[in-house]
């Protein structure tokens, strides 16, 4: 097969937008039969028929409509290598905007930036640590490029505009310093941990309570005695290992102070798959990211695949 030629698939997609020689030919700029022998030649160069003539103008075939879509994507994507090359080649700044929950901020974001560091790319990056729904409203305002957070209880089906692809699930319970009450008990109730301060990193309960999976299935809410909520696992890490507090974390972020000794796990009564978190990479439909963003996104996804 022949190399394609981008300017015969731009042909293609104005007659098809069109609908029309006549018309095409005119917003081309070119004459009728100058495109009619473009057109030709693309149907040569593919082996199919893309058009077929009609009383009123032409029409897609079947093989048409692919080419047309496939056609669109790849004039798509070079313009944007083009865009992203020029930056390039000026030394133009990029700028790359993207948002993490705090769980996923605290497992793999410093490594990242250092890694990025030590490319020595030339672009500004700015990056958010907020809840879900404060990302998304971030994403959808287009203030960030992508978002990577916990989406159990997401439904992209209300918002038409974004796509979602899943990337890990991560397995989660209570922890509490050594030595806690909790600490010495088998098959704790919701009850007894929940008689207890409850920490929780900001994006692990948009509704609070309700999106906290890890728990039984019985549908009497306990009364809970407080709930902290703060961003930073960091800070409630150490408040855990000094306090009586009991900390609601996915266990990649306390896997060290587990290995020390510092934080147990809570034997805690779970069944299935209730004590699983659903991380995901949620971007804008028919978005066009530049080049920085695109590697920045996938390495990122990669890092958290491999966990």
Same mark, same amino acid.
């Given at each position: ?58 029409? &897609? =075939? ?14 798509? #994507? ?52 907020? +809840? ?5 409203? &971030? ?23 974004? #796509?979602?692809?899943?990337?890990? #699930?991560? %397995? ?29 990193? +900001? ?23 407080? #709930? ?35 934080? &147990? ?12 978190? =659903? ?18 996104? %996938? ?9």
């Amino acid at each position: 097969m022949k190399t394609l030629n981008l300017q015969k698939l731009l042909h293609a997609l104005i007659i098809a937008e069109e609908c029309s020689l006549v018309a095409a030919s005119k917003k081309l700029h070119i004459t009728q039969s100058a495109l009619t022998r473009s057109i030709k030649s693309l149907e040569e160069d593919l082996g199919l028929q893309i058009f077929r003539r009609k009383s009123t103008g032409v029409e &897609l =075939t079947s093989e048409g409509e692919m080419v047309i879509a496939r056609a669109r994507e790849l004039l798509e #994507q070079a313009g944007q290598l083009q865009a992203d090359s020029r930056a390039l080649s000026s030394g133009a700044r990029s700028i790359v905007a993207f948002g993490l929950d705090p769980i996923i901020a605290h497992h793999v974001l410093a490594e990242q930036l250092k890694g990025m560091i030590a490319e020595s790319r030339l672009m500004q990056v700015q990056v958010k640590v907020e +809840s879900r729904s404060a990302l998304l409203s &971030l994403l959808l305002n287009e203030s960030i490029d992508f978002f990577i957070a916990d989406i159990n209880d997401f439904k992209p089906v209300d918002v038409k505009d974004i #796509q979602v692809e899943i990337l890990l #699930q991560l %397995r989660g319970s209570f922890y509490v310093r050594n030595g806690h009450p909790l600490s010495l008990r088998k098959d704790v109730s919701r009850t007894e941990i929940y008689s207890y301060p409850i920490l929780t990193p +900001s994006n692990v309960h948009e509704n609070t309570w309700e999106e906290l999976r890890w728990h039984s299935s019985n549908s009497d809410e306990p009364e809970r005695k407080q #709930q902290l909520i703060c961003p930073d696992i960091h800070v409630l890490k150490t408040v855990t290992i000094n306090s009586d507090a009991v900390f609601a974390s996915s266990d990649i972020n306390v896997q060290r102070e587990c290995e020390a000794g510092q934080l &147990l796990r809570v034997d805690h009564r779970v069944s299935g798959d209730e004590d699983l978190r =659903t991380i995901g990479l949620v971007t804008l439909k028919d978005c066009n990211l530049g080049i920085h963003a695109k590697d920045i996104m %996938r390495s990122f996804a990669d890092s958290l695949c491999e966990i």
